[in-house]
């Protein structure tokens, strides 16, 4: 730190010349993010409550009622009257939260000490993260052959010590939607905790189904469903960071609890202390500014990009590793290995993302890549040819 105090311009001239480094949603250029520039509107709510703190919720009774509010509506969306949760920093501090609580209740109502979870190869690396945290095996589900969970080894996967099974609606490379009906029923039948990775599905799906797309349920109206992760900042549109956990039940927020003695509330299940009430305030406002009708735009204007985008390069001759469920993506050149083909296109100035799973080029398209980029990206691919 500087001994002396410094003129606010020499700070904001310092800062904004590194801010210049960073890339800019505003170009569309990048192609492999799922998050995307948050709604001005939101931004401005976000602002207006950067002082609150919902890890003190007595001090903010007003924050916490908003947190209520989109905790409620979230859950709604997700065919649950009555939700319990808390909106965190993302799908990562979400899915740990869940599987937290799916330990805690194995561990209180089975006396499960060393437990294990199962996770689609398809899942985030975030699972790796909680597993560690919380002192879990990971038992490793397959795919099948459309790089879905295979249910069958879901089923042969399960063990005593299991605590948790994990599914997505959505998944981080291909963007597609596990049998979650099925793997919910084997869930329910064996009495296993179930949790469902909708980070990046969460608030497309729902209004690309009302918009009439033919999509499996995912959410709380199968009854196996204990909790599901979905991402205020990804298709949401509100600003960084702002993940949402809904649990179908109180007792899941119960058995985490820890005392919080010096605090306006006797007991706290979040795993952050101080937190921002500032991402529920903008969640809440945005999800009110958009209503129903205005996600589902969004949503179905981010799924024509898709179709536009996969059908011409279908057209040009590059393969397409399976035909997107949601506004995700991958592909290959018929002959050139993806990395190389990644390379070629940063070069060209294009931010890319690289799949593992199968190995591809994946183009997430949020709202920042418009059909101008696309047509832009298409000319670009055409001449790697
Ligand atoms: C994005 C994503 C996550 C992680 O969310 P963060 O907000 O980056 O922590 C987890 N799961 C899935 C399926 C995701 O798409």
């Known amino acids: 730190m500087d001994e002396k105090p410094i003129d606010k311009q020499d700070i904001l001239d310092e800062l904004e010349k590194l801010h210049s480094l960073d890339h800019n949603y505003a170009d569309g250029r990048i192609l492999g993010s799922m998050c995307t520039e948050a709604h001005p509107f939101a931004k401005e709510v976000y602002c207006k409550f950067l002082d609150t703190n919902l890890g003190d919720p ?39 939260m869940a599987i937290r609580a799916a330990r805690n209740h194995a561990r209180k109502y089975k006396g499960i000490t060393d437990g294990e979870i199962i996770i689609p190869d398809s899942a985030h690396f975030s699972f790796k993260k909680a597993a560690d945290m919380l002192n879990l095996k990971i ?111 109180e007792e899941y927020l119960d058995v985490m609890a820890v005392d919080s003695p010096y605090l306006t509330v006797k007991t706290q299940s979040t795993i952050v202390g101080t937190r921002l009430g ?53 592909f290959n050149h018929p002959q050139m290995d993806a990395h190389a083909l990644a390379q070629k296109l940063e070069g060209l100035g294009w931010k890319v993302s690289v799949a593992k799973c199968p190995v591809a080029i994946r183009v997430v398209l949020m709202n920042h890549i418009k059909k101008n980029h696309l047509e832009e990206l298409l000319k670009d691919l055409k001449e790697i040819l």
């Open 139 to 249: 038992v490793e589900a397959k795919l099948d052959e459309n790089y879905k969970i295979d249910v069958e080894s879901v089923r042969d996967a399960i063990s005593d010590k299991t605590v948790a099974i994990v599914a997505i609606a959505g998944t981080t490379e291909l963007g597609l939607i596990d049998p979650i009906g099925e793997i919910s029923k084997i869930a329910h039948e064996n009495n296993i905790y179930f949790h469902v990775d909708a980070a990046f599905g969460g608030f497309s799906i729902p209004f690309l189904k009302r918009a009439g797309y033919d999509l499996p349920v995912f959410d709380f109206s199968l009854e196996g469903v204990c909790s599901i992760t979905v991402d205020p900042h990804k298709m949401g549109l509100a600003p960084i960071p702002a993940g949402g956990i809904i649990f179908r039940k």
């Open 58 to 96: 007595g001090l903010f009774k007003g924050t916490k009622q908003i947190e209520n509010r989109v905790i409620k509506s979230i859950g709604e969306l997700l065919s649950l009257d009555n939700a319990y949760g808390n909106i965190v920093t993302g799908g990562t501090e979400a899915n740990l």
């Open 278 to 330: 500032a991402s529920s305030a903008a969640t809440y406002a945005i999800m009110k500014y958009f209503g129903k009708e205005g996600y589902t735009k969004i949503a179905q204007n981010l799924m024509e990009n898709t179709r536009f985008f996969s059908q011409n390069l279908k057209e040009m001759g590059y393969e397409i590793i399976c035909e997107p469920e949601l506004n995700i993506v991958a």
